[in-house]
């Protein structure tokens, strides 16, 4: 299993694609996804962390690729068995996992997959029910998500 290649700065490597993105420099941003992803080509999803699956994900849907998002999303959580085992004993991990399986909700809602969007709001809502007040909007839009039929 390789390392993730991080910048001698110690930033993470996604920081750049991130800013490139915000500047309007979308073809950088998707550059950068796409050499990350040939860097770890071969790896199993479990050797990253969660919350940079989430991350990339995220920008992804933030490019435009809402479709490509879910399917780089469900790599991660359709192996969860196989994720590090801090991902539970971290904050940024566990939250990350929650996060993940929201924008999962949110991806497969807008595309149209009603069955996936009520799977993942479904496990927001038994994770997060009894979160902090800050969180009670997001497990309210899940908790509707989940509840639609169709």
Not at 60 to 79: E, K, M, R, V
Not at 92 to 115: E, S
Not at 136 to 149: E, F, G, I, Y
């Amino acid at each position: 299993v390789r390392a993730p290649a991080y910048p001698a700065d110690g930033h993470h490597p996604l920081l750049p694609l991130f800013a490139a993105a915000g500047r309007g420099d979308t073809a950088a941003a998707r550059r950068g996804l796409d050499t990350l992803r040939a860097f770890r080509r071969g790896n199993r999803p479990g050797d990253y962390s969660i919350e940079g699956s989430f991350l990339e994900a995220w920008l992804q849907t933030d490019l435009g690729d809402a479709a490509g998002a879910a399917a780089f999303l469900d790599l991660s959580l359709n192996a969860l068995p196989t994720l590090r085992t801090e991902l539970l004993d971290q904050v940024p991990q566990a939250a990350g996992l929650v996060r993940a399986m929201t924008l999962r909700a949110d991806l497969a809602q807008r595309l149209g997959d009603q069955v996936t969007a009520r799977h993942w709001a479904e496990a927001v809502v038994a994770l997060w029910s009894s979160a902090d007040p800050v969180l009670q909007s997001t497990v309210s839009r899940m908790r509707a998500l989940a509840a639609t039929r169709g």
